[in-house]
């Protein structure tokens, strides 16, 4: 998963799987181009291999959606950057009728947004 700068590994070796904490910033570099990375990663462990996003994130703080690019297609965040939506809680602030209305996207894939975006500040 290199070049990525791991913060932490949790290992349950009786399930042989992985979570592997990363700074927000570096959870595109550990997955890789389609996964590649990610998928080499478990072949060579043995390991089914989680990627989380290790953030103190405060009620206050914000987060860009560019850092949800390993999660979301760039088409997706090209579309809502469009309607000036640039950060997690700025698309959370529109209904779910609103967004769906000015950025022409299917109602699935905003669902997966906002599903995406909450989970980010819980």
């Known amino acids: 998963m290199s ?3 791991i913060i932490s ?3 349950n070796q009786d399930e042989k799987r992985a979570d592997v904490y990363l700074e ?3 959870v595109s570099l550990a ?3 389609g996964g590649l990375n990610i998928k080499l ?3 060579l462990t043995g390991y089914e291999i989680d990627v989380y996003r290790e953030t103190e994130v405060e009620d206050d703080e914000d987060v860009s959606i560019d850092e949800f690019s390993d999660e979301i297609e760039s088409w997706v965040l090209d579309a809502l ?3 000036g939506c640039d950060t997690a ?3 959370l602030e529109l209904t779910r009728e ?3 209305k000015r950025t022409d996207l299917e109602e699935e894939t905003i669902d997966d947004i906002i599903r995406i975006f909450k989970a980010e500040f819980e």
């Open 3 to 5: 070049p990525a700068k």
């Open 9 to 11: 590994i949790k290992l």
């Open 89 to 91: 809680k700025s698309v």
């Open 41 to 43: 990663a478990s072949q």
């Open 24 to 26: 927000p910033e570096e």
């Open 81 to 83: 950057k469009a309607i």
């Open 98 to 100: 609103d967004l769906i």
């Open 31 to 33: 997955i890789g181009k």
